[in-house]
């Protein structure tokens, strides 16, 4: 195993939200088959959406395109590389924390509920939902409708989703405490959105506990 050694480094970060890179590398080099993983250096104080790309990639410019303005793009605490043997991936990191418990419990379904009423906000947000269901359906879940679970982690997906369309090679991870019982949110939604070893997205959404 080959690990590029690298200084201690922190992207995107926030008063609410820190992430170490190193402990990270390690973490999620234990629990893939990657080889190597190296950060993306970024000089923003948020990284959203598919933000870590430049300004001109063919593959950001269609994501803004479908993903309306008016709804909050799903945000990364690290951005980095990962070699699995001789390709490398994109890494997107989210830590869900205390901070991150409002976007964590919200589910979809319920915001459109909140937005119904204001018509223009609505249609939106029913863009968004459907990113979450072709996420769905790419990853052949059926047990549940994506739409009752966290927007936090199905938004994300759907970023992940819209990345293997466009042909692009890219892996979620949630990071998440120890503490306050998140091992069992985790393991409900896991269990949710049907990752057994031999679902679609078994190989490229990983969760990390800190």
Known sequence: MIIQEAASVELAPTARRVLHWDAFRVAFLARSEAVEVQPRTI??????????????????????????????QPGWDLVGRARFGSSWEWVLVARLD???????????????????????????????????????????????DWAELPFGVTSRIAVRSFLTGAGVCGRVVFAAPRTRGWDTRCESVISA???????????RVYWIQF
Do not use: C, F, K
């Open 43 to 72: 000089d923003v104080a948020e990284i959203s959406g598919l933000g870590y790309m430049r300004s001109s990639s063919r593959v950001r410019q269609s994501w803004e395109r479908v993903w309306p303005g008016t709804v909050p």
């Open 193 to 203: 959105l049907e990752m057994d070893p031999n679902s679609a997205l078994s190989n």
């Open 98 to 144: 205390g901070s991150d418990e409002a976007a964590w419990l919200d589910a979809p379904a319920a915001i459109r509920a909140r937005t119904e009423q204001h018509s223009s906000l609505a249609q939106d947000v029913a863009a968004v939902l459907e990113l979450i269901s072709s996420a769905q359906r790419r990853s052949r879940s059926t047990g549940v």
